[in-house]
């Protein structure tokens, strides 16, 4: 589908949605490396999905131009821009949470990481289903059920989150490891978070024009 309906103007809702396949992308590929974790493969893995954060920045930075050159759209200038930022967050801090395998030189996974990484892949596809509903929000209420979804996805993270560090401080006798996963699985929450915030605030856009 083309982000443009006419001429002069631009399918916003059809740009977010592009946006937030990148965060899909990323979560897919975080996924795939831990299912066969190989620390050796982290550099290329890392390569990888920058490629794929660098990209989504490319186009935020495309979006936000459009909406500086244009005096038309279907919402607010910021509730797009800070929309469109919040997609982003997602891809950056689930890029991130593989920066961290890298950094802590980690060995060997935690079975937690792989359920963190199929919850991320799972949010990501929900939040693009959002947003496509998210185009006829004045007529449909199945936005709200993805943005439901999301939530009860966050709230699948903390408590997986409170089990992780829980079992990790329980079971690790080594520091080194202790500080690294505690590390790793706050950032699988924090990325969870996103997920979440983004819902909310298009929850609140969705309020703010019905």
Not at 94 to 103: K, N, S, V, Y
Not at 202 to 210: D, G, L, P, Y
Request: charged residues 30%.
């Amino acid at each position: 589908m083309s982000i443009f309906k006419s001429r002069n103007k631009v399918d916003y809702f059809g740009l977010l949605l592009n946006l937030s396949e990148y965060s899909i992308k990323a979560a897919n590929l975080l996924e795939e490396s831990l299912l066969d974790y190989d620390h050796e493969k982290l550099p290329e893995l890392l390569m990888e999905i920058h490629e794929i954060e660098h990209t989504a920045d490319l186009v935020l930075r495309d979006l936000n131009h459009k909406l500086a050159r244009r005096h038309s759209h279907p919402l607010k200038k910021e509730d797009i821009s800070n929309i469109s930022y919040l997609i982003d967050e997602v891809t950056d801090r689930t890029e991130d949470i593989l920066m961290r395998f890298d950094l802590f030189n980690v060995q060997k996974l935690r079975s937690e990481a792989l359920e963190f990484a199929k919850l991320i892949s799972r949010g990501s596809v929900t939040m693009a289903s959002m947003l496509e509903k998210f185009r006829n929000f004045k007529t449909s209420l199945l936005v709200r059920e993805s943005i439901v979804e999301i939530n009860d996805i966050e709230e699948e993270g903390d408590n997986l989150y409170a089990s992780s560090i829980r079992r990790l401080y329980r079971e690790s006798s080594d520091p080194i490891e202790t500080i690294a996963w505690t590390e790793i699985f706050y950032r699988f929450e924090r990325c969870c978070d996103s997920l979440e915030e983004l819902a909310q605030y298009v929850e609140i856009v969705i309020i703010k024009n019905t």
